[in-house]
């Protein structure tokens, strides 16, 4: 089983990242305008928010294996699976919960999107949830007495307690976006092995949060390192300008772009501490940066380039960060290939 991920692709690259095995990708995204036919085979989560200094109106990522995958669709899930891997897909309507005083409808779809999840990943014996994708209308909206964001975090947490999976230390990756409308929409990457959850020294890790930011802490790691045969995964968690648990740089973007960078590189320092082999570089992990203010867009890309050179893949999308405060908000992933390098 040998994995490959691209990510950046144009609808013209598309043809030739597929080379004609559709049945071969495992799974991947769509991010900007809705693709223009029927969608592909293959799970894709589909981000319908704008792209921020690009011509291209879409960009797409796809994680590919060397041979066809097995695939289904379970409890509204979309999923395919190569050996040891599987992606999946899952999108819930909020109106489809009702929800009651005490669990807004948010928080309802939220347990019970992760619910579905565990429970798939139960029934094809994968137990281990690696990464999490998260998008979700009105991340900053008060409703129900409670901002969303944090609606979301009461039922996400509650669905991990629920399945038995514990809420701190050992949780994947994850991000969690804003977006204008829309349903509940969540990728996700899984396996038959843990991977390593890496947490930031410059950060308090976001499962022990204080309740400042809401009843529940949000369940996720600042990164996860998996390990393959022959291949090695980073993927590292929306990453913003956050240190120990407070937002720095109120109202600078420019500065909020470097602390949110220099989390990713301390991140990055964690991961290489376990994998003296081969270290990875900031320089070399394909970029999702989302901005909450198109504007912003000149002055974040050059602090990114600055900091990451003008080559490292980006794809800048305007979407919601989950605190009010916070401008930009970026994740990152890499795959290494353990032996050709
Ligand atoms: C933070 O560090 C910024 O709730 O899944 C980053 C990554 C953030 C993931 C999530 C939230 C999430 O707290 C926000």
Sequence with gaps: MNLGFVPCLTDADLPSAIAGQADCILGGVRIGAPSAGPGPEWPQQFIPAPLIGTTTDSLQEIWRCATPCSSGRVADIAWRRAGPVLYGVLELA????????????????????????????????????????????????????????????????????ECSRGATGNVPAACAIGLTGGPLRVAFMAGSEAAVALENPRQISAYDYPAEYGPRSPTFSRAALVRLARQEILFISGTASILGHRTMHGGNVAAQTREALTNVAAVVAEANRRDRALPYRIDELAYRVYLRHATDFATVSDVLNSMLGAAAPIACILGDICRSDLLVEIEATALHNLESQ
């Design 94 to 161: 909020e109106s489809d919960f009702p929800g009651s005083p005490a669990c807004s409808p948010l928080q309802a779809a939220s347990q019970e999107a992760y619910r579905r999840i565990f429970r798939l990943l139960e029934a094809q014996r994968l137990p281990h949830l690696w990464r999490v994708w998260n998008y979700l209308a009105d991340i900053n909206r008060e409703t129900h007495g409670l901002e969303r964001y944090r609606q979301f975090n009461i039922g996400r947490q509650d669905a991990f307690l």
